[in-house]
């Protein structure tokens, strides 16, 4: 067995993959702003098969909607 490590990123925001939704080439998570579901359009980073760093469109504390 061989493990690499090709890229890594520290303090990231990281969110489930199961939570972001796409539209052609648009990807988006759907969040709760004052009790209103909304559509935050979303820049990703580095991914794993589970997981995603969010570079831009969300920050820490928001509740992301889980479909």
């Known amino acids: 067995k061989v493990k690499a490590i090709v890229s890594s990123s520290h303090d990231a925001l ?23 579901k909304a ?8 991914e794993t098969s589970t997981q995603a760093e969010v570079l831009e469109g969300l920050s820490e504390g928001e509740l992301v909607i889980v479909h």
Not at 16 to 35: K, M, S, W
């Open 14 to 36: 990281v969110i489930p993959r199961n939570v972001i939704l796409t539209d052609g080439n648009r990807r988006f998570v759907q969040v709760l702003e004052d009790g209103v």
């Open 39 to 46: 559509e935050r359009d979303i820049k990703l980073g580095l």
